[in-house]
C-alpha cells in the first residue's frame, strides 16, 4: 500500500549539518519525498505533535530541545513508507539502534535521536496535517 508518513529531521542533526546525509538514506531506499519545508517550531506545535506523551517525565525537555532550533520536516511516501521510515530511523535509544540506522549514525541520546517518524498511518495522517496544512 502506498502511503504517506511525516519525518522530522531534528535540531540537533540539523544544526550538525546531517541534513543532506540523512535525506539521501531515505532516497536511497527508494522513498520519494512529497512536500519538505524548513520550521522553527513553536512550543505550542510541539505540544500537538507530542501530545501521546504529555505528563511524562521527559515531555519539558523534549520540547525545549525541539524548539532550539531548525528542523526540516517532509512528507514521505512510498510502499508502507510508514514502517520503513521507521525501520530506517532504527530504535528510539540510538545505543539500541541497529547499524546503518540514521538514530545509529546520527543520534547522541535518546532524545538527541536525529529523526521522527510516525508511529502507523492514522498518526501519519494527523501529523502531517499539523505541520503542512
Ligand atoms: P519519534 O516519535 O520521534 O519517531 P519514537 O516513536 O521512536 O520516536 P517515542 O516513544 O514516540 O519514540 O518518543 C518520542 C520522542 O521523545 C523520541 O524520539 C525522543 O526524542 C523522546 N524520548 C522518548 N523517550 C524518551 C526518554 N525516556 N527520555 C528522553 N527523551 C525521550
Ligand atoms: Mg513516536
Same mark, same amino acid.
Request: no cysteine; charged share 25%.
Given at each position: 500500500?502506498?502511503? !504517506?508518513?511525516?519525518?522530522?529531521?531534528?535540531?540537533?542533526?540539523?544544526?550538525?549539518?546531517?541534513?543532506?546525509?540523512?535525506?539521501?538514506?531515505?532516497?536511497? &531506499?527508494?522513498? &520519494?519525498?512529497?512536500?519538505? !519545508?524548513?520550521?522553527?517550531? &513553536?512550543?505550542?506545535?510541539?505540544?500537538?505533535?507530542? !501530545? =501521546?506523551? +504529555?505528563? !511524562?517525565?521527559?515531555?519539558?525537555?523534549?520540547?525545549?530541545?525541539?524548539?532550539?532550533?531548525?528542523?526540516?520536516?517532509?512528507? %514521505?511516501?512510498?510502499?508502507?513508507?510508514?514502517?520503513? %521510515?521507521?525501520?530506517?530511523?532504527?530504535?528510539?535509544?540510538?545505543?539500541?539502534?541497529?547499524?546503518?540506522?540514521?538514530?545509529?549514525?546520527?543520534?547522541?541520546?535518546?532524545?538527541?535521536? =536525529?529523526?521522527?517518524?510516525?508511529?502507523?498511518?492514522?498518526?501519519? +495522517?494527523?501529523?502531517? =496535517?499539523?505541520?503542512?496544512?
Amino acid at each position: 500500500m502506498i502511503e !504517506k508518513t511525516l519525518v522530522l529531521i531534528k535540531p540537533d542533526a540539523f544544526a550538525k549539518g546531517f541534513v543532506g546525509n540523512i535525506i539521501s538514506i531515505y532516497e536511497n &531506499s527508494g522513498l &520519494s519525498f512529497e512536500k519538505a !519545508k524548513i520550521v522553527l517550531p &513553536s512550543k505550542a506545535l510541539l505540544e500537538m505533535h507530542y !501530545k =501521546a506523551h +504529555k505528563g !511524562k517525565p521527559f515531555f519539558n525537555s523534549l520540547l525545549d530541545f525541539m524548539s532550539s532550533g531548525k528542523i526540516m520536516a517532509l512528507v %514521505v511516501s512510498g510502499d508502507s513508507a510508514v514502517q520503513r %521510515v521507521r525501520n530506517i530511523n532504527g530504535a528510539t535509544n540510538p545505543d539500541d539502534a541497529e547499524e546503518g540506522t540514521i538514530r545509529k549514525l546520527y543520534g547522541t541520546s535518546i532524545e538527541k535521536n =536525529a529523526v521522527h517518524g510516525s508511529e502507523d498511518p492514522p498518526a501519519a +495522517k494527523e501529523e502531517i =496535517a499539523l505541520w503542512f496544512e
